[in-house]
């Protein structure tokens, strides 16, 4: 018979590095994420979202970071901070590590939104003047 592994042998955990201090993500649990993502399913089909159906900004935080996030705030870790580990911790857990990596280093620190990524030319786009379609060649 097989001996279960420790878990941290089968996953390694998220760790995200917050001025100078590592922070440990917990998983989430997959109650919770189904939760949120029963309430972004609704969001983005445009469908009506009950109150009790929504996940305010500090419930989201809570389901992403779980016991981190009382050691950020305890820590004086900037709201901004918090909410770009909340969302590297959500795009870990349901689109994996490799995309939560891009998602946290490509965030510009000093800037107020995250760094553009390079989305590939098109034969067809807008003139930033008039708004209007234009064709490369």
């Known amino acids: 018979m097989t001996a279960f592994r420790d878990f941290y042998d089968l996953v390694e955990p998220l ?3 917050i001025r100078g201090k590592d922070y440990e993500i917990p998983p989430a649990s997959a109650s919770r994420v ?8 609704k969001v983005e089909a445009g469908q009506p979202v009950e109150p ?10 809570e389901i992403f970071l779980g016991s981190a996030l009382v050691q950020m705030r305890e820590d004086g870790i900037h709201p901004g901070a918090i909410e ?3 969302n590297t911790a959500m795009i870990d857990t349901i689109g994996g590590r490799e995309a939560a ?6 965030r510009d620190p000093k800037a107020a939104i995250p760094v553009p990524i390079q989305v ?7 003139s930033p003047s ?3 379609a234009t064709t490369t060649s």
């Open 52 to 61: 009790h159906e929504r996940v305010l900004d500090e419930e989201y935080f």
């Open 15 to 17: 760790v995200l590095p």
């Open 101 to 106: 990596e891009i998602a946290w280093n490509s």
């Open 120 to 126: 590939p030319e098109t034969a067809s786009t807008p």
């Open 34 to 41: 189904l939760r949120y993502r029963n309430f972004m399913g």
């Open 130 to 132: 008039t708004d209007e």
């Open 84 to 86: 770009h580990a909340a």
